[in-house]
T-cell receptor, first 114, second 116 residues
Framework: DQQVKQNSPSLSVQEGRISILNCDYTNSMFDYFLWYKKYPAEGPTFLIS?????DKNEDGRFTVFLNKSAKHLSLHIVPSQPGDSAVYFC?????????????FGQGTRLTINP | DVKVTQSSRYLVKRTGEKVFLECVQD?????MFWYRQDPGLGLRLIYFSYDVKMKEKGDIPEGYSVSREKKERFSLILESASTNQTSMYLC???????????????FGPGTRLTVL
């Protein structure tokens, strides 16, 4: 049962344009959402996060939007740069028996074309 | 600068072998995690540990065990490796949660394990 879904395995965007990565979730108990970025041969690194009580969080070129009624979040990157080419994972936090754990989506491979 | 290291980048083992994957963090983090990453499935949690000598099952613990004898080291053990355990294994650590916005995990570079 995939509780966090990224339905687009890949996305190709021209340099300078906006990249929009999407993520859907099914569990209303998630209280926090995060985006991680992964380059080949490296571990994922934290990019940006948002609390479930917010609908937007912005950090430089990166903005995450949360639509709780639709159980949907998106990551906007503008303007897109070649160094943004990577796999992006959406993650949602849940609390089970007092433990805080992350549930990850399948990932979306973003390619920025010059 | 935070650092999570994993003992091997690539590993090839035979079916039935006992396999040890080691992870070390130098950030004095209490929490440590083991994930596997497979195409189309993302990262799935195998086991995690709140602190030394503590361990909890994740979402896919079958066929795995773990050991946390020291705070900085978290080992994943495949008692009898099988071909369906061929995967990328990622270790992560995180400090004991203080505030929500600090809830990020720091990942190692991963170990690509192939079981023949």
């Amino acid at each position: 049962d995939q509780q966090v879904k990224q339905n687009s395995p890949s996305l190709s965007v021209q340099e300078g344009r906006i990249s929009i990565l999407n993520c859907d979730y099914t569990n209303s108990m998630f209280d926090y959402f995060l985006w991680y970025k992964k380059y080949p041969a490296e571990g994922p690194t934290f990019l940006i996060s948002i609390s479930s009580i917010k609908d937007k969080n912005e950090d430089g070129r990166f903005t995450v939007f949360l639509n709780k009624s639709a159980k949907h979040l998106s990551l906007h990157i503008v303007p897109s740069q070649p160094g943004d080419s990577a796999v992006y994972f959406c993650a949602a936090r849940r609390i089970i028996q007092g433990a805080q754990k992350l549930v990850f989506g399948q990932g979306t491979r973003l390619t920025i074309n010059p | 600068d935070v650092k999570v290291t994993q003992s091997s980048r690539y590993l090839v083992k035979r079916t039935g072998e006992k396999v040890f994957l080691e992870c070390v963090q130098d950030m004095d983090h209490e929490n440590m995690f083991w994930y596997r990453q497979d195409p189309g499935l993302g990262l799935r949690l195998i086991y995690f540990s709140y602190d030394v000598k503590m361990k909890e099952k994740g979402d896919i613990p079958e066929g795995y065990s773990v050991s946390r004898e020291k705070k900085e080291r978290f080992s994943l053990i495949l008692e009898s490796a099988s071909t369906n355990q061929t995967s990328m294994y990622l270790c992560a650590s995180r400090p004991r949660l203080v505030r929500s916005y600090t809830d990020t995990q720091y990942f190692g570079p991963g170990t690509r394990l192939t079981v023949l």
